[in-house]
């Protein structure tokens, strides 16, 4: 029977790419979302994945939304802890809720995801958890102190949990990715673009389906002796 996969973030940008090859490998996915309505229609009618709307910053919106995945596909195998967001600014110019807003996607996102699930995963003897974290939680980003921070955090849970699941059949991983061509990347001026560009050793963006293809892998049978691990997929940005 084929297992179930839930993609936060899951119908736009590298999300959706997991999403989809997660459905080729066999999966039956899972997409959630946030607020965007029109991509997330426009997303299952072209893929047939459903998709689910509510926030990963809400503990009890995901307690609900992920009752509902289960009841249409059942038990939750594998969680793509993906969805995240940007509220950048120099550190001086921060405000708290920019810093609040993104601890509470991208950090506390990972807790109200995973806490639900981990139950679960346990009883059944199997799991797979991928979290998305990025080059810029292993380096550092000047006016990204608290995108850095949330960043950082997923690899610290990402290490802690991996030793809490290992004896219940349950993995852990990250993924750092470097600079990805996504709607968001497009969308910056070219020089901007080339400017970014030059300081990636392949000398160019990743693509979303670059990502994709190590989330299959790391929540695939043939990783069942990773846990704890973070993949770097950065085009040679940055070397931890
Ligand atoms: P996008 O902005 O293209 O897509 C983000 C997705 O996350 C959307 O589906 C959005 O939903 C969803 N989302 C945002 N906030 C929430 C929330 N509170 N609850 C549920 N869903 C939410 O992002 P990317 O594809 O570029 O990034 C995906 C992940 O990869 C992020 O964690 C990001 O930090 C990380 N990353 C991206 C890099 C890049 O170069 N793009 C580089 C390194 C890491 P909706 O469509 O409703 O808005």
């Known amino acids: 029977m084929s297992k179930v996969a839930l993609v936060t973030g899951g119908t736009r940008g590298i999300g959706a790419a997991i999403s989809l090859a997660l459905q080729a490998a066999g999966y039956k996915v899972a997409a959630n979302y946030a607020g965007n309505d029109d991509a997330a229609a426009k997303f299952t009618e072209e893929t047939g994945i459903p998709a689910y709307k509510w926030s990963v910053a809400d503990y009890d919106a995901c307690a609900e939304g992920i009752a509902r995945v289960e009841a249409d596909l059942g038990p939750v195998d594998v969680l793509v802890n993906n969805a995240g967001i940007t509220r950048d600014s120099m550190f001086h110019k921060m405000t708290r809720q920019m810093w609040q807003e993104v601890m509470d996607t991208n950090l506390s996102g990972l807790f109200n995801m995973t806490h639900p699930l981990w139950p679960g995963m346990r009883e059944r003897k199997f799991g797979r958890v991928v979290n998305i974290s990025s080059i810029n939680g292993q380096k550092g980003q000047a006016g990204q102190a608290n995108y850095s921070a949330a960043k950082a955090g997923d690899l610290g849970f990402t290490k802690a949990l991996a030793q809490e699941g290992a004896r219940a059949g349950i993995t852990v991983n990250a993924i750092c990715p470097g600079y990805i061509g996504t709607e968001m990347v497009m969308a910056v001026p070219e020089k901007v673009r080339e400017s970014i560009i030059a ?19 790391l929540a695939g049978d043939d990783a069942g002796f990773i846990t704890g691990a973070t993949i770097t997929a950065n085009g040679g940005q940055y070397f931890v």
């Open 199 to 217: 300081q990636i050793p392949v000398g160019r963006l990743g693509a979303p389906e670059e990502i994709a293809r190590c989330v299959v892998f």
